[in-house]
């Protein structure tokens, strides 16, 4: 699948496309409405041919000014009259200030009964002398809208993340103390490069203080393998492994593979209180996570990560 623009750029676009297939046809409804605006018979009807040209809708249904809703919930399976008289005005989309195009999309939401990520289109509709007389209200289920979007491109640059503050709290009552595969890691960073290089590894996670590494490979990326000290130290693990080249469109050139995991190795050692609890490496992404002692946490591209020396990580340059 392609991949457009960052997070907020792919749910601005859906939003507008969206919008735009929905504006025309709740304005052309909110007319047909407001002709009957005061006969529920007659407007649970209206409503109830108005939704076929929403596939996507969930729920149909008209409010007051007040936002007491004066007609059934329509939906693609009937009509549902329990809804009749129910006060909305303190949900989400009804706390939004409408446009003055009249029209509002609003921003997503947990429905009440079926807690879901949900959205609602808002159409206002006036009488003949431009009167407003309540509004549209068109639901939907965000499982249900169709996605044009390809993936969205996650950003590259340097991200850092605080973690729980009562561990931040106590960073400096606390000492590393060596766990296995502390003992042996340069044989576990060995075995590591020889996967990722040679073997189809593109993403690892190493959990330092409990002596294990989670692993996902190119020919079957769905699934990971847990590997643990036993296992990352014995070469023998390369054998359950196929050989496959390193990818051609990895971001991480090959020869800075070994090169990102010593430096993490080192981050492991750097200082008796603040030392790398676990990390992980994409060579896709181009991107090396770190989380400390102090449970912060680092995203940072592998240039920018090689490229820094340890006065910086231990604060004294």
Known sequence: MATFGTLQESISEQRAKLADMLHAPLQGLAMACSEVWHDREKLDGILARGLEQFPYGKYLYTLDTHAIQISSNISHDGMIGSDFGRDRSRRPY???????????????????????????????????????????????????????SGHYEEPVAWRQIKGDPAIRGSVFHQSRIDSQLDKQVDDAIGLLEELIIDHGVFQ????????????????????YRLLGVEALTDPDTCLAFPRLHYPMDATIPEDKIRPILDVISTLRFMDETLYLRSCSLNIFNGIVSLTFSCDGSHYIPYDEFLDKDMSFWIGTS
């Open 204 to 223: 690892t996670v190493i959990h330092f203080s409990s002596s294990r590494a989670t692993v996902w490979t190119i020919d079957d990326p769905f699934r």
């Open 94 to 148: 009804m706390c939004e200030v409408v446009p003055s195009t009249g029209f509002l999309l609003s921003e997503a939401y947990t429905s009440l009964r079926a807690r879901r990520p949900s959205l609602t289109a808002v159409q206002i509709v006036h009488d003949r002398q431009g009167k407003t007389l309540g509004f549209i209200g068109l639901d939907f289920d965000l499982r249900d809208l169709p996605i044009t």
